[in-house]
T-cell receptor, first 115, second 115 residues
Framework: KNQVEQSPQSLIILEGKNCTLQ??????????LRWYKQDTGRGPVSLTI?????NTKSNGRYTATLDADTKQSSLHITASQLSDSASYIC??????????????FGAGTQVVVTP | EAQVTQNPRYLITVTGKKLTVTCSQN?????MSWYRQDPGLGLRQIYY???????DKGDVPEGYKVSRKEKRNFPLILESPSPNQTSLYFC??????????????FGPGTRLTVT
């Protein structure tokens, strides 16, 4: 069973609107949680990285939150633009020294921004 | 320019014919990793390397080999490719093998088709 679950699987939003993507994980203990943006056919690009002691981090119009108690994270996109159309991937890294080299990936949320 | 490069970008081959996909980074990164990405499954880690001469299995290592003889290169070897290894492959690197909290940089991807 995947240790990182993302929802929704896909969503369509109008340009200028906000949206929130969800990530639930079971990796424990964990060291950090990352959000990546992946354009079709290209490598993922890092948006945010949060350690277990952080609960929010922003990168421009992207804001990630983390609740380590409930093992949930969200990525909020503000005032969406056409260029935000991409897959957004949640990635969790384990804490122990023999596990933190292994990254656990969610399946991603496909976001389509329409004019 | 700091980057991760992969070669080839596209490859069509036949079952059983050994192949190597090269990965090189020019950022003096210690950590390197290989992933495959399949529709509906997201990114899955194949192998990773914390540093030179140190490699470990990810979640889907079967059918693959890697080596890390020097810091900048981390080739992925398919000794006897099979059709189920048709996928999009990404190489990535990160600054340090001592901490999981550094940003990971991805290469552009290699699309492999095994017939």
């Amino acid at each position: 069973k995947n240790q990182v679950e993302q929802s929704p699987q896909s969503l369509i939003i109008l340009e200028g609107k906000n949206c929130t993507l969800q990530c639930n994980y079971t990796v424990s203990p964990f060291s950090n949680l990352r959000w990546y943006k992946q354009d079709t056919g290209r490598g993922p690009v890092s948006l945010t990285i949060m350690t277990f002691s952080e609960n929010t981090k922003s990168n421009g119009r992207y804001t990630a939150t983390l609740d380590a108690d409930t093992k949930q994270s969200s990525l909020h996109i503000t005032a969406s633009q056409l260029s935000d159309s991409a897959s957004y991937i949640c990635v969790v890294t384990g804490m122990t020294t023999d596990s933190w080299g292994k990254l656990q990936f969610g399946a991603g949320t496909q976001v389509v921004v329409t004019p | 320019e700091a980057q991760v490069t992969q070669n080839p970008r596209y490859l069509i081959t036949v079952t059983g014919k050994k192949l190597t996909v090269t990965c090189s980074q020019n950022m003096n990164h210690e950590y390197m990793s290989w992933y495959r990405q399949d529709p509906g499954l997201g990114l899955r880690q194949i192998y990773y390397s914390m540093n030179v001469e140190v490699t470990d299995k990810g979640d889907v290592p079967e059918g693959y080999k890697v080596s890390r003889k020097e810091k900048r290169n981390f080739p992925l070897i398919l000794e006897s490719p099979s059709p189920n290894q048709t996928s999009l492959y990404f190489c990535a690197s990160s600054l340090s093998g001592d901490s999981p909290n550094y940003e990971q940089y991805f290469g552009p991807g290699t699309r492999l088709t095994v017939t």
